[in-house]
């Protein structure tokens, strides 16, 4: 599952999930949590060498419990941090580092093969990049102004127009980068959620599952 910030890929990747007794991996969480350190490291953000060379120096753990999910970075619990401007305003610049996205897509991947049972993944580049064979690729997307107004629901302190202007600053860093930009799979199906409520969007995407 893909798609840009604020389109309702966690709530309903968690939902189907649980549906269908899938386990749950939230990719963001990982760049987010790479973030969190790169930060804690003191690391100057616009040193992508440095980044890179020791991008697979942190140890993460995740949860793929879609009722826990979660992630540990060198045993500290982030789930918290991860969620802050302060990580949301830098992760898309270290996700565009080549050798960060290179260590994750391989974790990933590990995990996915390591989860016989299935696992719904969510993120910018899973059907184009981690699970190219997915059985099922989905894209949601929704109107910019019901991205922002979902996200401003979940922060307080913030206004819809800032929240705008981030997701947008967010959305070009994703899908201008040169390494895995964000972009709809050929054999991904779009789901548009903007008019959806959460319950409607996991009805749809079981249905695409079954069809
Ligand atoms: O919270 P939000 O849905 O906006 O984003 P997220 O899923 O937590 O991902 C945070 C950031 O990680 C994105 O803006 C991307 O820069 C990066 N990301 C990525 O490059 N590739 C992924 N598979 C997942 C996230």
Redesign the pocket.
Known sequence: MDGP??SG??SASRGVARALGLRYLD???M??AVTWWVLDQGIDLADAETIAARATEPVLEMSTDPENSGVTIDGIDVNGPIREATVTGA??AV?AVPEVRAHLVALQRELIAGTPEGMVVE????GTVVAPHAPVKIYLTASAEARARRRNAELSGSTVEAQVADMAR?DTL?STRKADPLTMAADAVEVDTTELGLDEVIAEILRLVKE
Do not use: E
Not at 123 to 126: E, K, L, P, Y
């Open positions: 910030s604020g890929k966690s990719t963001g969480a760049y987010r992760v898309s996700a993120g910018r580049d899973i967010r994703d």
